[in-house]
C-alpha cells in the first residue's frame, strides 16, 4: 500500500487493487491495513475508509473525497 501510495496511486486505486486481487476484503479490513502502514495518520482515516464507497457500495464517500482527504492526512503525517 506505501509503494502503490508513494508512486502517486491514488488511495482508492490502491484499494481497488487489493480489492480485485482478493475480493473477500471490506472497507474494515482495509482501514486496518491502511492504520497498520500508515501508524502516523489521523485516525479519522480509519472512518473516511470505513464509509468509502468501494466497489459493489451505492452509497458512502466518493473516491475523489477519499483521496483528497488521505493525501491531505498523509502529507501531515510525512509521509507524502
Known amino acids: ?3 502503490g501510495i508513494s508512486e502517486g496511486k491514488l488511495p482508492s486505486q490502491v484499494f481497488r487493487g487489493l480489492i480485485k ?6 472497507n474494515i479490513r482495509l482501514s486496518e491495513i491502511f492504520h497498520e502502514e500508515f501508524i ?3 485516525s479519522l482515516a480509519l ?3 470505513w464509509h468509502w464507497r468501494g ?3 451505492s452509497e458512502g464517500i466518493s ?6 482527504e488521505l493525501l491531505v492526512m498523509l502529507k ?3 509521509y507524502l
Open 63 to 68: 473516491d475523489e473525497s477519499l483521496n483528497a
Open 40 to 42: 502516523e495518520v489521523d
Open 47 to 49: 472512518q473516511l475508509i
Open 21 to 26: 486481487v482478493d475480493p473477500s476484503i471490506g
Open 76 to 78: 501531515n503525517a510525512g
Open 55 to 57: 466497489p459493489g457500495k
Open 1 to 3: 500500500m506505501l509503494e
